[in-house]
């Protein structure tokens, strides 16, 4: 199993919006290197589901059902999407600015490459973000 964290803003696509359909595509990805991560997903895989722009916080997580195939917002071969379904939201976002303050991480994709979409992370970054969700 791999982890990922996927950003909304959620103004436009909230968490929310993913328990109310129960079931969606993650589209409108349109960076090389987070359609890539989207080609790397299968089922099963964990996404932490995380609010950009105002918020900046991870508030839930989301589970891969059914691996990349071509984005239905766009003629573009070249973009795809995944579907996702929400597992469980967390006990309480986590900001970025906590995320930032913990040392253990100071290497998650999150703090180094902020605007990516669509991110791979570590297996024990994933479990911190939980842990702190609990505090």
């Known amino acids: 199993m791999n982890y990922w964290l996927i950003k909304s803003e959620p103004n436009t696509y909230s968490w929310d919006d993913?328990?109310?359909l129960g079931r969606d595509h993650w589209d409108g990805v349109r960076n090389f290197k987070a359609r890539?991560?989207?080609k790397q997903m299968k089922v099963g895989d964990l996404c932490l589901f995380y609010h950009s722009v105002n918020e900046k916080a991870v508030v839930g997580i989301a589970e891969v059902?059914?691996?990349y195939y071509q984005d239905p917002t766009t003629d573009d071969h070249r973009w795809y999407v995944m579907?996702?379904?929400p597992v469980k939201k967390l006990k309480r976002p986590i900001t970025l600015a906590e995320v930032k303050a913990d040392d253990r991480l100071s290497e998650m994709q999150l703090v180094k490459y902020s605007r990516l979409s669509v991110q791979a992370v570590k297996k024990e970054e994933f479990d911190i973000i939980l842990e702190l969700s609990e505090r």
């Open 83 to 85: 579907d996702v379904v």
């Open 36 to 38: 890539n991560h989207i």
């Open 65 to 67: 059902v059914k691996e």
């Open 18 to 20: 993913l328990v109310r």
